[in-house]
């Protein structure tokens, strides 16, 4: 077989973008008949890869493609096909690190690669969880951005209560951000037992990031903050609300990320203030789960997604 | 307990090329392939991706071993099936022979595209029946199937469950159960199993599929070489029916069982990336198959 029988589709580009010492691939959707030049970025919800739970991503792109929007989809990182890797035992650490902020550096040479090689005119950054929160991270350090048009976006920390600092071994949920300042865990008797000590000794335990997390949740009670609120992006989304970027938040109603939403925005006046100065910033899906997973779920997001962006960019 | 790495620091030994590629159908097929710069072997392996979910959460496993394999001079194939990943089409209109087409397609291109001499199919759970079935329809004698699906009718029924726990979250009831769902499916309706549409057809053709079957044909080809792996909790809890298909079969079939959580199921609070006791026993055993003709 011959190159030109394996030529890459014409409406789908694969990128790669050589940010040293890392190596990051994407899809590019190009649309036929492009309305203006806006790009939308997704990125990678979580750990998972650009393809996104039951495709999701690929999905939502190739709509917006047919609607005139260029879109990339695309691996951090450690994740799909990008290189590195995290070293990290549980998925809760690995979440923990991407809500700290992992992938914001990679995310703006991203952003600002795509739309330079495109030309494009806006940048919307976008994702599922752990991917609108990289992008609104990314849009609070970035004035490429536009936009930002996030789903399921995370309030609260995974990792807080990881099982190193657990009054059981084996490691529970962590709770609600509004349930857990009322039952805060003294480290202290943590550390005088013998279990954490042995676990220490024989490598199950990433002393660094834990020690990460101890000087965090120390951090957090001297300023009587909530230790399982993610104040970086609960920063970011009132610096952002307060702006002149576009901003929709999009949650399903049976997301336990909106339950957490909710307790933050009530306990944090700031926040409460700027959500309520952006009317309608918030949508949300009825009966919706996390991943948005019955075509009546998802054809009502693609909806509010596509008219969204049409309202933001075409038709004001 | 050893800190696992989670991550192969081999990348230096290949490099990558991705790319579409047409399947039977003249439809696009997403590849990547890793090829080793220093270049000892003309032998390639084909990673056939398991099913729906579990191929998303087993992507950086096969990322991690297709590098692995480059930096040991093996040329590697990761590709999607149509109707899935980066690839043409839909879901719910890829049956199970539309996949193996496509590993028969992948299979002609990467050999002709790299010269090589020798191809090994590497699958995981479905992927694995799907690579013993493209195996069956190929010249292909060296496979390695990773925890395949014993009985594919049973293993699709067993997914039906994921539909009930959503209808309880969005109508607080079961409202069909597992029969009823199967009476839609025969009708010609889609069952959703965390958003991928389940059909009829699939259903249909599990039985040709199953491990069983596959393994009745594949016997009778001569020279065939099966590394069967049993992954499982507890290692003093082996799966029995692999367990007999290696005793029936001791010429062809080398059974290797292994203790790891499933890490293509969603759920499980452990990350997994770089299994690595799974990646050395299978590199050993190619080895050791390959040695006589590397």
């Not at chain 1, 700290?100 to 952003?111: L, Q």
Request: include cysteine.
């Amino acid at each position: 077989m011959d190159d030109s029988e394996v030529e890459p589709c014409v409406m789908t580009q694969i990128k790669r973008f050589d940010f040293l010492p890392h190596e990051i691939f994407g899809i590019c959707h190009v649309p036929a008949q492009a309305i203006g030049r806006t790009g939308v970025i997704l990125f990678c919800p979580g750990h998972q890869y650009r393809v996104g739970p039951h495709r999701m991503y690929v999905k939502l792109a190739r709509l917006l493609e047919q609607n005139g929007f260029y879109v990339l989809r695309v691996d951090s990182e450690d994740i799909g096909d990008s290189t590195g890797g995290f070293n990290c035992q549980y998925l809760h650490e690995v979440h923990g690190l991407i809500q700290r902020g992992k992938f914001v550096k990679t995310a703006r040479k991203i952003i600002q690669t795509f739309k330079k090689e495109y030309s494009l005119k806006k940048i919307v950054v976008s994702g599922l969880c752990g991917g609108s929160l990289t992008g609104l991270l990314a849009a609070r350090k970035c004035r490429d951005v536009d936009a930002v048009l996030a789903f399921g976006l995370p309030l609260a920390y995974s990792d807080v209560s990881g099982h190193i600092f657990m009054t059981n071994a084996g490691g529970a949920a962590p709770k609600t951000a509004g349930e857990s300042s009322s039952s805060p865990i003294s480290f202290f008797e943590k550390v005088r037992k013998r279990d954490l000590w042995k676990k220490i000794l024989t490598g199950q335990i990433n002393i660094p990031s834990k020690l990460k997390l101890l000087r965090e949740e120390v951090e957090k009670k001297l300023l009587k903050k909530n230790p399982t609120i993610n104040y970086k992006v609960v920063k970011a989304l009132v610096y952002l609300l307060n702006s002149d970027r576009k901003i929709k938040l999009i949650f399903s109603e049976n997301d336990f990320h909106l339950k957490n939403f909710r307790a933050v925005v009530d306990s944090i006046p700031d926040l409460k203030k700027s959500l309520t100065q952006r009317s309608g910033c918030i949508f949300i899906i009825k009966g919706a789960n996390h991943i948005i997973s019955l075509p009546e779920w998802e054809q009502e997001f693609h909806k509010i997604f596509l008219d969204t962006l049409r309202f933001w960019f075409y038709e004001t | 307990m050893k800190r696992p790495s989670n991550m192969i620091r081999a990348q230096a030994g290949s490099r990558r090329e991705a790319f579409f590629f047409p399947n039977a159908e003249g439809a696009n097929l997403f590849g990547i392939a890793h090829i080793p710069v220093k270049d000892s072997k003309r032998v390639g392996v084909i990673l056939c991706s398991p099913f729906a979910e579990e191929k998303l959460n087993s992507h950086r496993v096969f990322y991690n071993f297709a590098n692995l394999l480059a930096s040991r001079s093996f040329h590697v194939l990761r590709f999607d099936y149509w109707g899935t990943g980066d690839s043409d089409g839909d879901f719910e209109r890829a049956t199970l022979a539309s996949r193996v087409q496509d590993i028969i397609s992948a299979n002609e291109l990467f050999k002709v595209r790299y010269g090589l001499d020798i191809i090994i199919f590497v699958g995981l759970r479905l992927g694995a029946n799907l690579a013993l079935k493209a195996a069956s329809l190929t010249e292909t004698s060296y496979c390695i199937a990773w925890a395949p699906v014993i009985e594919v009718y049973k293993y699709f029924f067993d997914l039906l469950r994921i539909n009930l726990s959503t209808q309880t979250l969005q109508f607080k009831k079961i409202v069909k159960k597992r029969g009823d769902l199967l009476g839609d499916l025969k009708a010609g309706r889609f069952v959703n199993i965390d958003g991928y549409n389940l059909t009829w057809a699939l259903f249909e053709q599990a039985e040709e599929y199953s491990l069983t079957n596959i393994l009745n044909v594949l016997n009778g080809n001569e020279g065939f070489n099966l590394f069967l792996v049993d992954i499982v909790k507890n290692i003093k809890r082996p799966n029995r029916e692999l367990n007999q298909f290696a005793e029936q079969w001791p010429k062809t079939i080398a059974l290797k069982i292994i203790s790891l959580p499933p890490f293509w199921k969603g759920g499980i609070p452990q990350y997994i990336g770089c299994p690595e006791s799974l990646f050395e026993y299978s590199l050993s055993w190619m080895t050791q198959k390959l040695n006589p003709v590397s």
